[in-house]
Nanobody
């Protein structure tokens, strides 16, 4: 059974930091490109970042570049997103996704709220 479980969300003040984790099982995590996608209230999904299966190539949306860092541990089947200097506009549900060819898996999401 495939499982993708995000954790680490919560309420943080502007300028603060959070680290999201995504624990995956039931598929060969190390051979999948992994991404974070977020959805703010009343808006469509927004791609945030992707890390290739080998872990050496990363890409970021302009809105988070320089503030967020994506990483992975293939040994632990876990994806991470370090989020620094958070802004109110980063408030969203953050989803973890794994993709290989036509196959894609999604987690249930974790809520991040940035507010004073």
């Amino acid at each position: 059974e495939v499982q993708v479980v995000e954790s680490g969300g919560g309420l943080v003040q502007p300028g603060g930091s959070l680290r999201l984790s995504c624990a995956a099982s039931g598929f060969t995590f190390g051979s999948y490109d992994m991404s974070w996608v977020r959805q703010a209230p009343g808006k469509g999904p927004e791609w945030v970042s992707t890390i290739k299966s080998g872990g050496t190539s990363t890409d970021y949306a302009d809105s988070v570049k320089g503030r967020f860092t994506i990483s992975r541990s293939n040994a632990k089947n876990t994806l991470y997103l370090q989020m620094n200097n958070l802004k109110p506009e980063d408030t969203a549900v953050y989803y973890c996704s794994g993709a290989r060819g036509m196959t894609r898996y999604w987690g249930q999401g974790t809520q991040v709220t940035v507010s004073s």
